[in-house]
């Protein structure tokens, strides 16, 4: 078996508060294979940004460990493992469509040609390339979220950390951005750690959606979702779709979970 794109064992995080410790993260065990497409769900403050935070060296676990394919946190930032995309789609307002894609590579010192070839290929796959030379205001929010998305791509990682990247979306634009993260997903080959509030969301772009409680955020449940690969628009009006929301569903709302294979925590 290759080795996990993330491993999260026994992780807990702390952060001290005036008014006591806030105790975000306990017992936190995951494991996500390479290529693998997790979401993490529930509600607001069981600690799911901070999860992802920490797989992004963004923060450090007060105990347990996390590694990326096998490597500190910090390694596998400085190595660019992974590309990260968040709810604002954070564009450098002066620079082009095409200077915003090719940033990361310009950092990393890549030649000329080279950016250029790489951010026309990444536009092409989010369906961009018309708009390469406009700037990031004379776009939509969707479209704003697309271009993030090509960056978050640029270094070939082999993990995609992100965080409500369509959460400020209108539910038309995400209903495609999904589409379109599932088959950029299955071009690229990389592992995902996707943060939602969106159960049909989450059903629809996972292989598993992981369930959290909060005080202290915990993962309570870890729904598989079997719905193949080739996940088109027809999947949304599906009865296995329904069927696997469903699961979801009762997985937050701390019902069991009728799914055969999915495996379910003590909720406490
Ligand atoms: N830097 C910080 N300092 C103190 N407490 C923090 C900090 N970051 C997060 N927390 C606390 O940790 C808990 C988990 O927060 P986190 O943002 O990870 O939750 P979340 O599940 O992502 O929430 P949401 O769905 O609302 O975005 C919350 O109680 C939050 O108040």
């Known amino acids: 078996m290759s080795t996990p794109a993330v491993q999260a064992s026994a992780v807990g995080k702390v952060f001290a508060s005036r008014s006591g410790d806030v105790i975000a993260l306990e017992g936190i065990d995951l494991t996500v294979a390479a290529g693998e497409f997790v979401s993490l769900i529930g509600p607001s403050g069981c600690g799911k940004s901070t999860l992802l935070r920490l797989i992004a060296d963004l923060d450090t676990p007060t105990t347990g460990e996390v590694t990326v394919f096998g490597r500190t946190p910090q390694q596998a930032r400085e190595a660019q493992d992974y590309g990260i995309a968040f709810q604002q789609a954070g564009l450098l307002p002066w620079r082009t469509v095409t200077a915003n894609v090719q940033l990361p590579l310009e950092l990393h010192g890549v030649g000329k040609a080279e950016r250029a070839a790489r951010a026309a290929d990444l536009l ?31 270094e070939r990682p082999s993990l995609l950390l992100m965080d409500e990247p369509f959460g400020a979306l209108d539910e038309m634009t995400r209903e495609r951005m999904q589409t379109e993260l ?11 750690v996707f943060v939602t509030h969106s159960i049909p969301e989450a059903v629809f772009l996972s292989q598993r959606v992981v369930v959290m409680t909060p005080r202290p955020g915990r993962i309570s449940a870890v729904v598989p979702v079997d719905l193949g690969q080739a996940r088109g628009e027809g999947l949304r009006e599906d009865a296995s779709f329904f069927a696997a929301v469903t699961a979801v569903r009762e997985a937050l709302h701390g019902m069991p979970v009728p799914t055969p294979g999915g495996t379910r925590a003590d909720l406490r």
């Open 124 to 154: 092409s796959l989010v369906g961009l390339d018309e708009f390469a030379g406009h700037f990031p205001h004379q776009l939509s929010g969707g479209m704003q979220q697309r271009v993030a998305i090509a960056r978050s791509l640029a």
């Open 182 to 192: 599932v088959r950029i997903c299955a071009e690229s080959g990389a592992a995902v």
